[in-house]
């Protein structure tokens, strides 16, 4: 991240570049976004305000992990391109079709992103839960009221034109004999995935296709995510190169950003040409 900032500077400061556009597929420190522990210096904050100053005019990352991340670039000054991970092709080609299909959103904040799959997979639904992270950074699934769940729903088919329902509403959703497709912007041990398939394999689905971005990939990863293996396909992007020691041999399917981060540049330069 150094080097970055430090060619950043470099371009706009001493090779008197007129626009920055600052790729950063990944982010290291991206979920460095909890301003109320004050004990933790807050990495994703300096950042990008060094990045600010040292003349980036524009942030392009994949799959964000907040809101947090784009509301801070845009507080520094620094206009922030998310670029989102798109999936849909690769599993309309080994999701079987003719069949039950539902993209599983695991909370709230991923439902955008469960619906952008889901209305480029014909024939699928979506499903979510809520979930919530506690002090010891593990999440679990917390029950809401029924206005609250309502709520959400109206939000989504007002804001996307695209109907969801609350899997844990047995009587709304039948997920028996269904295929089931979960999208993460992460795996880190794989434990949470691991277990939420195997859920949802409680719960009657059928097979479990899952996608995730970044391959952060910590120690032990495989034994956790592969342990009595509920997935049927997984899919990785590749914001972050799995070496020889994180390849699966042939279980996970890697999918290029490639697109999605060109689609984002060629917006980027196409606004600030017109300027």
Known sequence: ?????????????????AHVIAVNPFILVRRNDHEEKGEEIQYLKQYLHFLSVAGADELIACVPHSDYMGAMAESFGIKFRPAYMDFSRTLKTIVPKHENIFVYSPDKGSIPRAIAHAKKIQGSAVIFDLKVRKINNQTEIFSAGENDIEAIKQAASKKFEFDINMIKHISEVDISGANIIMIDDELASGGTANSTAKKLKGLGAKAIYFAFTHAVCVNGWKLTTFFENPFEKVLAGDTIIRDDTNRTGGKIVDCSTNEVIAAAIYEAITESLKK
């Open 1 to 17: 991240m150094l080097d970055f900032i430090n060619l950043t500077y470099a371009f706009k400061n001493q090779y008197k570049a």
